[in-house]
């Protein structure tokens, strides 16, 4: 079992940033790929970014791509969402996510995820 608690979500305008964090607790959390998922008002939860166990691959969807930066901290048991140059369209509920394989977090399918943080863009 890995338990997730995400932070960092708030208000922002368009064009700002924000930082996300999650805190993983139990299993050991370098086993683990790790990574972001949305859910925006009225739409399917979607994958956003994804980070190997070994910190070597990083993914992202293409909407997010050049804009956000995932990364971890396996000292810490810590994953970031760096969000750059944030849209009102990313507007959503962000949801950390681990699993031993990163194709399921490509496939929007974790074994496990956390609370979530809402993060909400202003135009």
């Known amino acids: 079992q890995v338990q997730l608690v995400e932070s960092g979500g708030g208000l922002v305008q368009a064009g700002g940033s924000l930082r996300l964090s999650c805190a993983a607790s139990?299993?050991?959390?370098?086993?683990?790929?790790m990574g972001w998922l949305r859910q925006a008002p009225g739409k399917e939860r979607e994958f956003v970014a994804a980070?190997?166990?070994?910190?070597?691959?990083?993914y992202y969807a293409d909407s997010v791509k050049g804009r956000f930066t995932i990364s971890r901290d396996n000292a810490k048991n810590t994953v970031y969402l760096q969000m750059d140059s944030l849209k009102p369209e990313d507007t959503a509920v962000y949801y950390c996510a681990a699993d031993s394989l990163t194709t399921k977090l490509r496939g929007n399918t974790p074994d496990y995820w956390g609370p979530g943080t809402r993060v909400t863009v202003s135009s």
């Open positions: 980070i190997s166990d070994n910190n070597f691959n990083t």
């Open positions: 139990g299993r050991a959390f370098s086993n683990y790929a």
